[in-house]
């Protein structure tokens, strides 16, 4: 049996009055995505458990079937799995974005979406001045880094997601509680050393955002699950642009397939990431995860137009792409759907719950025409871990 989860990262959205009334994905051209639902059915799934965050850590754990509640503690240790970045019992791991503050507001929660290589640089130049044997500093992609911090007691220390800030004073937005202090003295002092950069200077020249400050979130310590092996006698792969992804797929004990130019924004690499899924099956492998996070970027940016062209070409180049493979492999199943919810009026995460499509073997059809939510009201209502457990063995 092969199964493929196939992730459109915050696609949900609200009903919009810009759109008449619909949601940019019922608006949206997805004739694939109806496809699955016609052939299928098409539910409701709460991905985000009662008092957790919104986010796309606690998201797509619950896609592939763990249970925030119980493993998650913050989103950096998953990052640093997938980045391969050892955490020890004492390390306290942060996001570290790259940002642009302006006049007091979160400007650019990415610095205009950094050019990786431009980002390295800077992360070199900052590990340079504030790594020790304390602190230290590991590149991503873009404008998504980490900064670990020794022997750190976050207690109580509340950080923002830069994201949820977007146009808004950072001055309340601060990281604040037990270890501030040290966190606080670490943005200011790169805010010193960016500056002087020469790096910022250049992009600054080629009309491109300057890196002001570093924002530092998402903090946590090294995360243990059982893997898929384990739980549910499959292998699989992730593919994914995102370190986030990547290091659920890791902790899990999945493959992850890196692909060349996959941006995690729109125009990515689709056909890379198709390919990368199709390899992974023919190869004997039960499970793809294929995540796309330009609908999520694109709601950030509070682009409804840009929303429904992410959502249009995931689409067209995954979810039309993958379902050629089900003549191929013929018993398969494949579930679409976004992680959370990210309304363009909000810019940010919702954790109101989010429909899904799925068809394949075992999927009995319920009728629905297209997939959007409105077709998902009053459908029933699964969990994210009880979805994904009901995909694999079948007994929707």
């Not at 494949?334 to 109101?352: G, Q």
Request: charged content about 20%; hydrophobic content about 40%.
């Amino acid at each position: 049996m092969k199964y493929a989860l196939l992730v459109g990262d915050g696609m949900a959205d609200f009903v919009l009055p810009e759109l008449n009334g619909r949601t940019p994905l019922d608006y949206a051209h997805t004739p694939n995505m109806d496809a699955i639902a016609q052939k299928g059915l098409v539910g409701l799934v709460k991905t985000i458990p009662d008092g957790l965050p919104p986010g796309s850590d606690v998201a797509n754990m619950s896609l592939m079937g763990y249970d925030p509640a119980k493993y998650y503690s913050g989103r950096a240790p998953i990052e640093a799995a997938s980045m391969g970045v050892s955490l020890k019992s004492t390390d306290v791991a942060f996001r570290c974005n790259l940002v642009t503050i302006k006049d007091g507001c979160m400007d650019d929660y990415s610095a205009g979406h950094i050019e990786t290589a431009d980002a390295h640089e800077i992360i070199a130049e900052l590990q340079q001045s504030l790594g020790s044997n304390i602190v230290k500093l590991y590149p991503g992609v873009s404008y998504r880094h980490l900064l670990v911090i020794s022997n750190f007691e976050q207690g109580n220390l509340e950080c923002t997601p830069p994201h949820d800030i977007s146009g808004k004073p950072i001055a309340d937005k601060l990281p604040k509680g037990a270890g501030q202090d040290i966190v606080l003295k670490l943005m200011d002092k790169a805010a010193e050393i960016l500056s002087q950069s020469t790096i910022n200077a250049r992009r600054i020249t080629n009309n491109k955002k300057p890196v002001t400050h570093i924002w530092l979130w998402g903090q946590g310590k090294a995360m243990a699950f059982p893997t898929m092996k384990e739980r549910f006698s499959i292998t699989g792969s992730v593919i994914s642009a995102v370190d986030l992804v990547r290091g659920i797929g890791v902790l899990a004990g999945l493959n992850v397939r890196i692909v060349q130019g996959a941006t995690g924004y729109l125009g990515t690499n689709y056909a890379g990431k198709v390919t990368a899924a199709h390899e992974a099956l023919a190869l004997g492998e039960d499970f793809v995860f294929v995540h796309v996070e330009a609908p999520d970027e694109t709601s950030h940016e509070g682009s409804l137009q840009k929303k429904i062209q992410a959502i249009e070409e995931f689409d067209k180049n995954i979810v039309g792409e993958v379902m050629k493979m089900q003549n191929e492999f013929g018993d398969m199943r494949i579930l679409v759907m976004p992680d959370h919810a990210t309304p363009i009026p909000m810019k940010t995460h919702h954790a109101m719950p989010v429909p899904y499509a799925v068809c394949g073997k075992s999927v009995v059809q319920d009728q629905s025409i297209s997939y959007c939510e409105k077709s998902a009201l009053g459908k029933k209502l699964y969990t994210g871990v009880s979805l994904f457990e009901t995909f694999i063995k079948g007994n929707f």
